[in-house]
T-cell receptor, first 109, second 115 residues
Framework: GQNIDQPTEMTATEGAIVQINCTYQTSGFNGLFWYQQHAGEAPTFLSYNVLDGLEEKGRFSSFLSRSKGYSYLLLKELQMKDSASYLCAVMDSNYQLIWGAGTKLIIKP | IAGITQAPTSQILAAGRRMTLRCTQDMRHNAMYWYRQDLGLGLRLIHYSNTAGTTGKGEVPDGYSVSRANTDDFPLTLASAVPSQTSVYFC??????????????FGEGSRLTVL
């Protein structure tokens, strides 16, 4: 079966750096997505990786290793507004998205 | 402001009743999707439509139906609601199925409680 694994919850300190990991096993691969979802709100797109390596976008970076079925989202200079759930999703060979359950990130002052 | 609009935002429904969740987008996106989100689970695809006039079943289609009469509208119908359909429902769209980034744009969600 298809499976996306990510930690349920993480805690970090304001101003610090946090890395959220995602491992996947899917039928084919057409890209990996990270979305941010604040409590009670809709998910919003953060990043897309289809080739191995690091994609940097401001304070957020996303890394992909297709051979290892592994990705991480790196958040730098954490701000209180970064408290949210972070959803990892993989697009399979049928171009359908398979979603992880999300990682709830708690930022403490 | 362009985007996706869902209605209602929240609804309490008696079991056995029929309910339609509305979804409208003004971005002229070809592909549209309905997901449900439950605590501890990832988003699960209910139904999708790659273009107007076509629909397909997702991971959890039972008890739900959809239609796509035009590009903008993608309603989701629960023919006879059951308590297990209590969830938050998100409508989403993307410019095209597959290709490019396939970034999804989500509506604000519809919280449905079936008693």
């Amino acid at each position: 079966g298809q499976n996306i694994d990510q930690p349920t919850e993480m805690t970090a300190t304001e101003g610090a750096i946090v890395q959220i990991n995602c491992t996947y096993q899917t039928s084919g691969f057409n890209g990996l997505f990270w979305y941010q979802q604040h409590a009670g709100e809709a998910p919003t797109f953060l990043s897309y990786n289809v080739l191995d390596g690091l994609e940097e976008k401001g304070r957020f970076s996303s890394f992909l290793s297709r051979s290892k079925g592994y990705s991480y989202l790196l958040l730098k200079e954490l701000q209180m507004k970064d408290s949210a759930s972070y959803l990892c999703a993989v697009m399979d060979s049928n171009y359908q998205l398979i979603w992880g359950a999300g990682t709830k990130l708690i930022i403490k002052p | 402001i362009a985007g996706i609009t869902q209605a209602p935002t929240s609804q309490i429904l008696a079991a056995g009743r029929r309910m339609t969740l509305r979804c409208t987008q003004d971005m002229r996106h070809n592909a549209m999707y309905w997901y449900r989100q439950d605590l501890g689970l990832g988003l699960r695809l209910i139904h999708y439509s790659n273009t107007a006039g076509t629909t397909g079943k997702g991971e959890v289609p039972d008890g739900y139906s959809v239609s796509r009469a035009n590009t903008d509208d993608f309603p989701l119908t629960l023919a006879s609601a059951v308590p297990s359909q209590t969830s938050v429902y998100f409508c989403a769209s993307s410019e095209k199925q597959g290709g490019d980034t396939g970034e999804l744009f989500f509506g604000e969600g519809s919280r449905l409680t079936v008693l």
